[in-house]
């Protein structure tokens, strides 16, 4: 069996000053105009040095319109307590839905900007 090297995305989220959401993340990959062939299956974010709030929520969605708090069966909270320059990684049950999302638990002071990691 040949050994098949992940696919690893880097990207970010921006939250708007005055904002608590970002805006979706994309969990499936995309290789053309068609349909969605396969999906990310872990990820993490990284919260910038400058951060309002310790709060956070994860939530997710297949429509990106109706968002839910992630689930956490695999033990990862979906509503971790964050520090500025911290990592945290998304619940893996979130990868079964399209999108992805992070709400703050404050409003940002000024547009926060969010490194987000996606492997397959």
């Given at each position: ?6 696919l ?24 053309d ?53 911290g ?13 992805l999302?992070?709400?703050?638990g ?15």
């Amino acid at each position: 069996m040949a050994y098949c090297e992940p696919l690893v995305r880097e990207s970010s989220v921006e939250i708007a000053s005055g904002g608590t959401e970002s805006p979706a993340i994309q969990t499936w990959i995309r290789p053309d105009a068609g349909n969605y062939a396969a999906g990310f299956r872990r990820g993490s974010f990284q919260i910038p040095a400058a951060f309002t709030g310790t709060g956070m929520t994860i939530q997710a969605s297949n429509d990106g319109v109706n968002w839910v708090e992630c689930d956490d069966t695999d033990g990862t909270d979906p509503t971790p307590t964050i520090t500025a320059n911290g990592s945290y990684r998304f619940p893996n049950d979130g990868f079964a839905y399209k999108y992805l999302r992070l709400v703050a638990g404050s409003a940002q002071l000024h547009t926060r900007t969010i490194t987000i990691f996606m492997a397959t």
